[in-house]
């Protein structure tokens, strides 16, 4: 199609432009062209995962020159990565839900309530691991399938009805655990995933394969889409992506490989368990959002429900469905904290639990308004949470500020996220 | 005005009413309505606010249910009993709020909800490329990346996305309601091109206006609701701007319309 072809007199072009057709297809294919298309894009208020790095970079420096002794170091690297594993999977959870423009204010206790019924299950019942932890993902589905069906069926405000069962769950804990009680977590096998890690060799299997199968994918895409003449980045990008993703693997392995041990008799080393769970599900729920008509389907409810509806889409179902893959992931949050804490009280999954959550996917660049977002920006988003708690702990600040800070923070994402939307509107992006 | 093209009306009409009422409760909105749309012509569906036109083209769109009266597709008989009877028999509706996903791109607007997949994988190639021929077959030049977010598109870039997509799915009747009546001079220029190009390509084509300009500009045959009644399905050379205007407001123009008796009737 070239510009020759055109009617001349007929076509009033709407700008100035060539109007040869799709010329940005091609325009897109130098490097300076992303790079320019890039900066269009922050411009234009699509900030992508640029806060979170940012958050995580000033941060680390932050609390490395206050604590340089304690902060960057094996040990607490490693530390602050379990921290993170269980604010990230339910932040994931809440990804899915706050693409569709709704909220889910009881994650945060049904992953309570979930790791409460596995522990109860192991330690009064003797029901084996596996089995408890499958009942409480099973729980947690569950949970989400009554939510989902309140709030796509009944059509109640999904803040209302999760408002309404962040209190009526918290009954439900505090019963299965009784007054006061607290809930040992005793089996090696659910106490590891966040307190056990693999062996070196199979770490650095572990990032190698993950590296590996990036660049493949990455690579695949590429020549596929260039073979076809298709949209496609650059070479020199796509290879750029994958080199620092290698680095940062590379880096984060090396750590974590790392003999962190204070008692120099004894060698701690290794990936912990939780991290190669984040990582998987990570993959996994990637490929959920980006490569299915699923995921397409809850872009496609959370940016225009109606024209979704037109489309034949089953909204009901979408709806339901999230709500469900939301609290089966808050469930396994909540092993993955009843894992590391090696107990569960009735204030589990209580407290600041949803509001990391949320923050995590929000400052990693989930908009709270639906319609925009990626699962990799819970982990993104729960590293910067888990900086923040983990630095903060260290600097030993009063509990109270603690709480302001973190407020603090989660509106800051939030404006940055509303700010970004209004800046969208108003260069038409 | 440019002298629309006339078309002899042979063969059989992709879609003709015969016949339809509808009511919602005690009030009467379609009295007896015919209707014929043939296969590479444009069809204007004119009248004035509350005269049906909305309900009629839901009718069609299987959203509501017609009381009584015959709907032949291509000469048979159908009934659309929902928006997926219409669209199995190739009818698609472009609505005037278009329901785009502006979070979305143009290949993945085009093909929501009904993508096409490898296995579970959606086949975003297959996908982009299909979306990139229709463009191209109606000539879109306007858009600069088949990638690009809908919310990036001007209202005209907007509708075009809407119509090639209800082109892409083979369809045989387009129903487009009000599709320039949002735009500026340029923007309306290139929908009615492409409004043309749809019927040239042997699409049976819908076009609800307002503007006796555009509807003189591309239509074929013209088609008038007075208070749910249908008062005029004739060739447009057969009518002109001050009939139809006529026909809209008092139901009648000369010897077309509906008979004086009825408009007495319904025209309190």
Same mark, same amino acid.
Do not use: W
């Given at each position: 199609m070239s510009s020759a072809v055109q009617p001349a007199a007929k076509d009033v072009p709407e700008t100035p432009a060539p109007q040869s057709g799709f010329e940005g297809d091609t325009a897109a294919t130098t490097f300076g062209g992303v $790079?320019? @298309?890039? $900066?269009?894009?922050v411009r234009g208020g699509d900030l992508g995962a640029l806060p979170a790095v940012a958050g995580i970079v000033v941060l680390s420096i932050l609390f490395t020159a206050l604590r340089p002794n304690t902060f960057p170091t094996a040990l607490n690297i490693t530390n602050l990565f379990v921290q993170a594993a269980p604010i990230s999977l339910l932040a994931m @959870? /809440?990804?899915?839900?706050?693409?569709?423009g709704e909220?889910?204010?009881?994650? =945060?206790?049904?992953? =309570?309530?979930? &790791? &409460?019924?596995m522990a109860v299950a192991m330690a009064r019942h003797d029901v084996p691991w596996y089995l408890a932890v499958l009942l409480a993902i099973v729980i947690g589905?569950?949970?989400? +399938? $009554?939510?989902?069906? /309140?709030?796509?069926?009944?059509?109640?405000?999904?803040?209302?009805?999760?408002? &309404?069962?962040? /209190?009526g769950y918290q009954g439900v804990t505090l019963k299965l655990i009784g007054q006061g009680g607290t809930v040992p977590v005793r089996d090696e096998r659910v106490v590891g995933i966040a307190n056990n890690s693999m062996s070196v060799t199979w770490g650095w299997i572990l990032a190698i394969a993950v590296v590996v199968l990036f660049a493949a994918l990455q690579l695949n895409r590429w020549r596929s889409q260039r073979a076809k003449g298709l949209v496609s980045q650059p070479l020199l990008v796509v290879v750029a992506r994958i080199v620092l993703i290698a680095v940062i693997t590379i880096a984060v392995a090396s750590v974590l490989n790392v003999n962190r041990a204070l008692n120099p008799n004894f060698t701690i080393a290794g990936i912990p368990y939780a991290i190669p769970l984040v990582i998987a599900l990570l993959l996994i729920l990637t490929f959920v959002l980006g490569k299915t008509s699923f995921g397409r389907h809850v872009y496609a409810v959370g940016g225009n429900a109606e024209a979704a509806r037109r489309a034949g889409i089953n909204v009901v179902r979408i709806r339901v469905l999230v709500f469900l893959l939301s609290t089966a992931l808050a469930a396994i949050s909540g092993i993955v904290a009843a894992s590391r804490l090696s107990s569960v009280d009735p204030s589990s999954g209580g407290g600041n639990t949803l509001l990391y959550a949320v923050g995590a996917a929000v400052i990693g660049g989930t908009s709270l308004f639906g319609g925009r977002g990626r699962v990799r920006d819970a982990v993104l988003g729960g590293l910067v949470i888990a900086i923040i708690a983990n630095g903060l702990g260290l600097l030993g600040v009063a509990a109270y500020l603690n709480f302001i800070i973190t407020g603090i923070v989660l509106l800051l994402a939030a404006s940055v996220d509303a700010l970004a939307r209004r800046r969208a509107a108003a260069t038409g992006r | 005005m440019s002298a629309p093209t006339v078309r002899p009306d042979d063969g059989t009409p992709t879609l003709e009413l015969r016949?339809?009422?509808?009511?919602?409760?005690?009030?009467?909105? +379609?009295?007896?309505?015919? +209707?014929?749309?043939?296969p590479g012509q444009v069809t204007a569906l004119v009248g004035d606010n509350g005269a049906g036109k909305s309900t009629l083209i839901k009718s069609i769109a299987g959203i509501h249910a017609i009381d009584s009266g015959e709907v032949l597709f291509e000469g048979k008989p159908v009934s659309i009993s929902g928006p997926r009877d219409a669209a199995e028999l190739g009818i698609e509706i472009v609505y005037q709020d278009l329901a785009l996903c502006d979070n979305l791109d143009v290949v993945q607007n085009m093909f929501l909800g009904r993508e096409r997949h490898t296995g579970v994988l959606l086949d975003e190639n297959s996908m982009e490329i299909a979306a990139r021929d229709t463009l191209a077959r109606l000539s879109v030049r306007t858009l600069k990346s088949v990638r690009q977010p809908v919310s990036s598109l001007s209202g005209g870039q907007r509708q075009t996305v809407a119509i090639a997509k209800a082109v892409l799915w083979e369809s045989k009747l387009v129903v487009l309601d009000e599709p320039t009546a949002a735009l500026g001079v340029a923007q309306t220029r290139q929908v009615l091109d492409l409004v043309r190009r749809l019927a040239d390509t042997g699409h049976s084509v819908v076009?609800?206006?307002?503007?006796?300009?555009?509807?003189?500009?591309v239509a074929d045959r013209v088609a008038a609701l007075y208070l749910g009644r249908m008062a005029a399905d004739v060739p447009i050379a057969e009518v002109d701007r001050t009939r139809v205007v006529e026909l809209i407001t008092a139901g009648r123009s000369g010897d077309l319309g509906?008979?004086? &008796?009825?408009?007495?009737?319904?025209?309190?």
């Open positions: $790079v320019r @298309g890039y $900066v269009d894009k @959870g /809440l990804v899915f839900v706050l693409l569709l909220i889910d204010l009881s994650a =945060g206790v049904v992953s =309570g309530v979930c &790791a &409460a019924v589905a569950v949970i989400g +399938l $009554v939510t989902g069906l /309140l709030v796509s069926i009944v059509r109640i405000p999904s803040f209302v009805v999760t408002l &309404a069962l962040f /209190l | 016949g339809v009422n509808k009511s919602f409760g005690a009030i009467q909105v +379609l009295h007896d309505v015919h +209707l014929k749309a043939y076009f609800i206006s307002h503007n006796m300009i555009d509807v003189f500009e509906i008979a004086p &008796a009825a408009v007495a009737e319904v025209g309190v």
